[in-house]
T-cell receptor, first 113, second 116 residues
Framework: DGGITQSPKYLFRKEGQNVTLSCEQN?????MYWYRQDPGQGLRLIYY???????QKGDIAEGYSVSREKKESFPLTVTSAQKNPTAFYLC????????????FGPGTRLTVT | AQKITQTQPGMFVQEKEAVTLDCTYD???????LFWYKQPSSGEMIFLIY??????QNATEGRYSLNFQKARKSANLVISASQLGDSAMYFC?????????????FGTGTSLTVIP
């Protein structure tokens, strides 16, 4: 089945450690996105990528890094520079077309203590 | 200015009744898109409906319809015949073009509770 996978579903880390969240899609979509969601809040864009080997900062990119070496994969690294990393992280992808609809993965809940 | 504004943090509706969730937006891009997503407690984001800025008619998808009032910059979601399974968070979102591609903006959401 086509879709987006994110792993793991829950992730626990100690403060000061970098952590990488996985996002893979087999929808053959060109664009991929990373969002952060805090309790009771909407989604905020961290990074997005329209094509392989290119990505752009979103509204809250500080303390995060990404890579896009393959069309199917868009991993997000939460660095120790991110002051409040505990959040729910959602990955999405979309295809250029009429609707620009985004398809979302199931999310990763990161807890940093 | 906020790109997407949802002014109803929480809404209640009786089962089988209709409910309207409000959304206003702000953009200078003439070619934008508006979306509604549903987020159950499991956390996944489920696409419900899309409206393009040039679409003449309001979008409909089953029990969902989007009341698009372009001059007022509003894109309200109407859910008809509410079901218990409709209880969830609902997010309005907008896609607009930038120099570097398409960006998406989300509102803060409305928590809908369907009462039996």
């Amino acid at each position: 089945d086509g879709g987006i996978t994110q792993s793991p579903k829950y992730l626990f880390r100690k403060e000061g450690q970098n952590v990488t969240l996985s996002c893979e899609q087999n929808l053959n979509h060109d664009a991929m996105y990373w969002y952060r969601q805090d309790p009771g809040q909407g989604l905020r864009l961290i990074y997005y990528s329209q094509i392989v080997n290119d990505f752009q900062k979103g509204d809250i990119a500080e303390g995060y890094s990404v890579s896009r070496e393959k069309k199917e994969s868009f991993p997000l690294t939460v660095t120790s520079a991110q002051k409040n990393p505990t959040a729910f992280y959602l990955c999405a992808s979309s295809q250029v077309g009429r609707s620009y609809e985004q398809y979302f993965g199931p999310g990763t809940r990161l807890t940093v203590t | 200015a906020q790109k997407i504004t949802q002014t109803q943090p929480g809404m209640f509706v009786q089962e089988k009744e209709a409910v309207t969730l409000d959304c206003t937006y702000d953009t200078s891009d003439p070619s934008y898109g508006l979306f509604w997503y549903k987020q159950p407690s499991s956390g996944e984001m489920i696409f419900l409906i899309y409206q393009g800025s040039y679409d003449q008619q309001n979008a409909t998808e089953g029990r969902y319809s989007l009341n698009f009032q372009k001059a007022r910059k509003s894109a309200n979601l109407v859910i008809s015949a509410s079901q218990l399974g409709d209880s969830a968070m609902y997010f309005c979102a907008m896609r607009e073009r930038t120099n570097t591609g398409n960006q998406f903006y989300f509102g803060t959401g409305t928590s809908l509770t369907v009462i039996p």
